[in-house]
């Protein structure tokens, strides 16, 4: 093993991990559009965004968001569009290690698609195949 490289990755690095090779998928075809999206990972969603989006007991809680930044965040710099996944709804739903990284990336197509205003089968015909 490389000098440097941890033993042990926690869940969360190993959640991160899933988040990266699920764009790294998309790059080969996306990446010009891919370069102004920025991807997070969040524990759970803010109490404040839950109740903004009527999430809840009967409304489910959500897997990611995206949040439209403007054009310029106050230091001049140009922002494009965040992407942000939440981690433990995310393992929530998925069964195992294989269902998770399936579920990842049809949540990353789904919000990709949102950003660029089209159905995520454009993104990725292979779109929905696992059933989620």
């Known amino acids: 093993m490389p000098p440097g490289v941890p033993l042990y990755r926690s869940r969360s690095e190993q959640f991160d991990d899933l988040v990266l090779e699920a764009v790294a998928r998309l790059e080969p075809r996306w990446e010009a559009e891919l370069s102004?999206?920025?991807?997070?990972v969040q524990e759970v969603p803010d109490a404040d965004f839950l109740a903004a989006n009527d999430a809840g007991p009967n409304?489910?809680?959500?897997?990611?968001?995206?949040?439209?930044?403007?054009?310029s965040d106050g230091d001049g710099s140009q922002s494009g569009p965040r992407?942000?996944?939440?981690r433990r709804p995310l393992l929530a739903r998925a069964e195992d290690e294989d269902e998770l990284s399936d579920l990842v990336f049809d949540v990353i197509v789904e919000e990709f698609a949102e950003v660029l205003g089209v159905d995520p089968e454009t993104i990725d015909p292979g779109y929905g195949d696992a059933g989620f």
């Open 59 to 71: 409304g489910g809680v959500p897997l990611a968001r995206v949040v439209q930044r403007s054009p």
């Open 83 to 86: 992407i942000i996944l939440f």
């Open 36 to 40: 102004d999206v920025e991807f997070a």
